[in-house]
């Protein structure tokens, strides 16, 4: 079975500051991977995903992710974070080619930007 | 693209009671699925539907939930005898059906259900 780890429940972070999220996963075949925002009160939203191709996957609001499939790890960067980036950010995984769809989750990162 | 809708945003309901909720998807989407959040964590999977069939259910699906998609196109998740462990948010996703796991997931706002 996949699961995903995400490390850090929570990041404080001074506004303009650099930021990485955390996020490692386990899986006996290969995997899609995800990272999805969640303000509150709110459904989640895409910010970027990696199927392929170049492990440097650029995304929505200046997030970009690198998978590194040594390390089985997806980690997510900002150079730069701004006040509305606070947030819970969500790593996900699905499998390759089995015929199942459902997105394993992370546990969450809040992100807490400070002014 | 008016994106996923769900109704109700909120359900407060009283312990043995049964609700129902709704999902519409993003219209040209084949793939429909429920998910379930409680406080804290990450979404967990429950079911998921290409067109009307539906293809998986979790082992979280117990036999209390029902889901359906009967036209292929919006989805309704029945809880029967509520009970306080069922106290989370229901979130649907709907894709558009591509190779392998690839499908890219788009969340509606959620369901919050409690039960009293």
């Known amino acids: 079975a996949q699961s995903v780890t995400q490390l850090d429940s929570q990041v404080p972070v001074f506004e303009e500051a650099p930021v990485e999220l955390r996020c490692n996963y386990s899986?006996?075949?290969?995997?899609?991977l995800f990272w999805y925002v969640q303000y509150p009160n709110q459904g989640l939203q895409l910010l970027l995903k990696y199927l392929s191709g170049s492990t440097l996957v650029k995304g929505i609001n200046g997030f970009e992710a690198e998978f590194n499939k040594s390390q089985t790890s997806f980690h997510l960067r900002k150079p730069s974070v701004h006040i509305s980036d606070t947030a819970e950010y969500f790593c996900a995984v699905s499998l390759y080619d089995t015929g199942r769809r459902a997105l394993t989750f992370g546990s969450g990162t809040r992100l807490q930007v400070q002014p | 693209d008016t994106g996923v809708s769900q109704n109700p945003r909120h359900k407060i309901t009283k312990r043995g009671q049964n609700v129902t909720f709704r999902c519409d998807p993003i219209s040209e989407h084949n793939r429909l699925y429920w998910y379930r959040q409680t406080l804290g964590q990450g979404p967990e999977f429950l079911t998921y539907?290409?067109?009307?069939?539906?293809?998986?259910k979790s082992r979280l699906l117990s036999d209390r939930f029902s889901a359906e998609r009967p036209k292929g196109s919006f989805s309704t998740l029945e809880i029967q005898r509520t009970e306080q462990g069922d106290s989370a948010m229901y979130l649907c996703?709907?894709?558009?059906?591509?190779?392998?796991?690839?499908?890219?997931?788009?969340f509606g706002p959620g369901t919050r259900l409690t039960v009293l």
């Open positions: 539907f290409q067109n009307e069939a539906q293809l998986e």
């Open positions: 996703a709907s894709s558009l059906a591509h190779g392998g796991g690839r499908d890219t997931q788009y």
């Open positions: 899986s006996s075949v290969s995997v899609y």
